[in-house]
Structures are given as structure tokens and as C-alpha cells.
């Protein structure tokens, strides 16, 4: 097969990057489409603060004037930081079924790791812990949420034959919303409110959004600092997916908890699916795609839990049963029967004992795979 690679440098190369999954999954309806610019502004750094302190590279593979393959590299140096040694990631992985193509560029990129010091290589994951992540090992016949991958089955085998071995894995899981608040729920919330005068913090319906949005993020960041997974964010990212998201939050959904001095204590951020609506659009905005995805916004079927965080200082006492009163009582009200967890660290026993009462059930898996240099 005559291959050879380019870099992606331009904004005509990271158009073609962009388009390479409406290629290989354009007979797939369980594939959810990201909308295309958005895709594309993501590897540039004018757009995406991630990159600005991320050493990036980015390749497609190429035969007969036809990519036929896709990858990224890159270094962050904030996690460099935390951990103390070169930390080599990659993304962005999607090719056809020829072990030619996926060496090529797992080569490439094993090489420009290699030669900036780092001692392995893994991925698939995004510049940080709010973008997708994990090779899609299991679910195939399922369709895929807004902030998750897709891949054919035959990816799996190509990277274990070029060396890759599986590092960790998520899952994730639907779950059917009761009929009514438990009672024993309920208990536990009146108690929390008389005991610690915990009480629902509402999202203003206007005002300074992103004001709230930061709250929000540096209660995530004091929660998930100390997991190993854990990529630091600087300010100007926490801005760049509040402005991503916020298009997409319904204030019903969201359960944020203040403690007595007014201050946020915990919270559970879910947002309706718009994958059905993401489909239909096939990643355009215009002429026609953003009535789909306001339509999936308006009347969802299922909502998708994004994040669930609690203050380091308030663990143990019983504040994510708090915000599972109020985001039941939400769904209730909203109609909504079903609630997809986003991808969750499958030996993570403390998230898992949360949602174990209310039968959940795994719709897909994930992993991602490492390479020794």
C-alpha cells in the first residue's frame, strides 16, 4: 500500500483531520458526529487554550489523495508537572482495517514521544480529563454519547499487535429513574438540611454564567486533584468548556449544594442527550442541524450525567445522597426515564457504591492502552 504522511499545520489540514470519522462510521447510525468546526477548532490553538501549554502534533495518513488514517501526540506540561517525569499521551486514533495504516502513525507518534524523553506512550485520551477518552472495547451495537468515542471493533486488535497493552478501563451505565423520590433519600436529605443547613443552590436564569461556571470548576478541581488520572486546568481552559457547555445546560439539571456559609459543597451537572439530535444534524450547524439538537435539548428521552463532585471537607456526610434527591425530583418533573453515566473508572468502588442502589446497568466499556518505549 503507497502511504505517507503530513502533518497537520494549517486550517485546510485540520479540516481534512476533522473529516476523517465521516468517512470510516458514515454507515454507522449508532455514531454520534461532533459538529465539524468545532472538531477542527479544537487542534487549533487560537481556539483551544489546552494547546498553548501542550507540545501537539498531529498526522494523517494518506493513499491515492485519500486519508485513510488519523492520530495525535502530545505532552502537557501541567501533568509533566504533577508527575514529575514526561508524560506522553495520543488521540484522536481512527484508520481502516489495514495494520499498515495504524503502525505507521502509531510509529510516528511512538517516535516523537521517544525523542522528547517520554518513557511510554498511551491513549486514546483528550488534553484533559473533560474531553473523551478510552478506546471503545465493548457496546458497539450502542449508540454513543456526546463526549465519547466510537471505534470500529478490529482498533483493539491493531494496537495490541503493534505492542499495546490495555492500562485502565470505564464503564458506563443507564440507570431508570424511579417513579418517585425514595423515601429513604428523602430522609437523608431533611436530615443533611437540619443537621449542616445544606440547601439547593439554584443557577441564576441570567446574569454572569461563567461566575457560576468557575464555582463550579474549582469544587472539580479540589475533588479529582488527587486521582492519579487527574490532568491540571488552568483558568483560561475552565472558560473555554464553560463556553462549550453552557449552550447545553438546562438549570433543572443541575444540582449544585451550599453549606452554611453559603458556599458550594457539592454538585451534579446532567444535560440532556442530544446524540439523536448530533446524528441527525451529521455535524453541521446550518442549514437544518440546529433544530435537531434544539429539538433533543428541549424534549430529551435521556439525561446524560456529565459530573458529580463534593468538596474534599464535606466527604462522608452524605452530600451526593442530597443531590440525588433534588436530580431525581428534576427528572421527575421533566419526564425523563433514563440517565446515562458518563464514562466511570471501573475500579473506582466509592463512585460505583453511589449508583448501586438504583440498578445500573453497563451499556458500554472502555479502555485505554500503553506502549513501553
Known sequence: MNLFLSHVTSSRDRKSFAHLPFELFADLPQWTPPLRKAEARTLDPAHNPGLRHTDFAAWIAWHKGKAVGRMAAFINALETQKKGKTVARFGWLDFVDDPEVSHMLLNQAETWAKARGAESLLGPVGLTNMDPAGLLVEGF??????????????YVRHLEQAGYAPAQTWIETDIRVPREVPQRLEKIRQLLSRRYQLKLHTLPERGDVRSEGRRLFELMRQSYAQLDVYVPITDAQVDYYIDQFVPLIRRDLVSAVTGPDDEIVGFGIMIPDIAPGLRKARGRLWPLGWRHILKARKQPEVAQLMLIGVSPEWRNRGVPAFIFSYGIQSLI????ARVHINP??????????????YGPEITHRRQTFQKVL
Not at 451495537?141 to 468515542?149: A, D, I, V
Not at 418533573?333 to 425523563?336: K, L, P, T
Open 141 to 154: 451495537s450502542q449508540p454513543n454519547y456526546l463526549s465519547t468515542l466510537y471505534g470500529h471493533p478490529y
Open 333 to 336: 418533573q421533566a419526564g425523563i
Open 344 to 357: 466511570m473508572l471501573e475500579d473506582n468502588q466509592a463512585i460505583h457504591a453511589l449508583f448501586a442502589p
